[in-house]
């Protein structure tokens, strides 16, 4: 079993930062995409951004230029620096990964999620 630890999320006013930490665990061979998504009240979860084993990254056109999502593969971590903040960032993050276990079966996991809240 692989289970995802995030951590970092919490109230902060408009213009202001947080970063977003998620630890992969448990019976890991490899992994492959990490990545962020979001669901903000009322609305559908979205991708924010993924990053790749080799560093390749993709973001979802609201947060190019404000949010920057980098791993540590040593540590099979993902960040998520999120600068620049708004209102429109309020959402519970769930981090995601999928890749291959000790017995090479492939797996797909979400964390637990952790809420932002942007607000003055």
């Known amino acids: 079993q692989v289970q995802l630890v995030e951590s970092g999320g919490g109230l902060v006013q408009p213009g202001g930062s947080l970063r977003l930490s998620c630890a992969a665990s448990?019976?890991?061979?490899?992994?492959?995409?990490m990545g962020w998504y979001r669901r903000a009240p009322g609305k559908e979860r979205e991708l924010v951004a993924v990053?790749?084993?080799?560093?390749?990254?993709n973001y979802a056109d609201s947060v190019k230029g404000r949010f920057t999502i980098s791993r540590d593969n040593a540590k099979n971590t993902v960040f998520l620096q999120m600068n620049s903040l708004k209102p429109e960032d309020t959402a519970v993050y769930y981090c995601?990964?999928?890749?291959?276990?000790?017995?090479?079966?492939?797996?797909?996991?979400w964390g637990q999620g952790t809420l932002v809240t942007v607000s003055s």
């Open positions: 990053i790749s084993s080799g560093g390749s990254t």
């Open positions: 995601n990964a999928g890749g291959l276990s000790l017995i090479r079966s492939r797996f797909e996991v």
């Open positions: 448990g019976s890991i061979f490899s992994i492959n995409a």
